[in-house]
């Protein structure tokens, strides 16, 4: 069967927002040379892990610093009906992971929370990531999971910001959580900044969802910033 071309007409974007599952944060991707794939359309991504179909959110370039775009993955295709299909049997052995996942962490008494899984189409391979406070010994885990699934099986250990990018939310301010709408990578946020404009230090009031400091800290210090004076 022959892959579908993605046509239409206007202007081909360099970049547009894919979402991989209903819920969760869409991510920014670059696209392949002579494609267009419009809103709403299915389509396969290439990314660090492999093959994913995804669908196309929007047209968007996101707001970042000095203008730098860093994509998670490269749309080469729309999805054919062949990656469609494989597409739901990998989506069905992901769920199976997140719970055995759950599961087997309990029995083990590990302090270990997943945060999701990605089984690629073109590789046999589940990568699983998770969140925990401390290192975890997550090896008779991942022998357990590589036995269940079949497959080979990557564990990632992730911090507490990625957990709350992956899982996404909505801000004090009533807008999407920063770093599941736009950024690209995680800023150092200190206390100095909160001060610096003039805000409450109560850490109820000045944390986001993963309890860190949030992140619009950083993104407005440089704004707060005394700017010198008229030269005398």
Excluded at 16 to 39: H, I, K
Excluded at 93 to 105: G, N
Excluded at 139 to 151: A, I, N, V, Y
Excluded at 189 to 217: E, W
Aim: charge should be positive.
């Amino acid at each position: 069967m022959s892959t579908p071309r993605l046509e239409a007409e206007g202007p081909r974007p360099r970049f547009l927002r894919v979402a991989y599952s209903n819920g969760l944060p869409t991510q920014v991707c670059a696209v392949a040379e002579g494609l267009d794939p419009q809103p709403g359309r299915q389509v396969v991504v290439a990314t660090p892990e492999g093959e994913r179909v995804g669908t196309v959110a929007r047209h968007e370039l996101p707001v970042l610093a000095n203008g730098c775009v860093r994509p998670s993955g490269t749309v080469v295709r729309a999805a054919s009906e062949s990656d469609l299909r494989h597409h739901h049997d990998l989506t069905l052995m992901e769920q199976d992971a997140l719970r055995f996942f759950r599961q087997r962490s309990r029995e083990l008494e590990l302090q270990a929370r997943p945060v999701n899984v990605v089984a690629p189409l073109d590789r046999d391979l589940v990568v699983i990531a998770f969140a925990a406070e401390e290192r975890v010994d997550s090896r008779e885990l991942h022998r357990d999971l590589s036995r269940r699934l079949r497959r080979r099986v990557e564990l990632r250990q992730v911090g507490v910001r990625d957990q709350a990018r992956a899982a996404g939310g909505w801000g004090p301010c009533g807008r999407p959580m920063c770093c599941a709408q736009f950024m690209t990578r995680f800023n150092s946020v200190t206390i100095r900044m909160a001060k610096a404009q003039k805000l409450s230090l109560n850490p109820t009031r000045i944390s986001g969802m993963c309890g860190r400091l949030m992140c619009c800290l950083a993104h407005e210090a440089q704004a707060s910033e005394p700017r010198p004076g008229p030269p005398s």
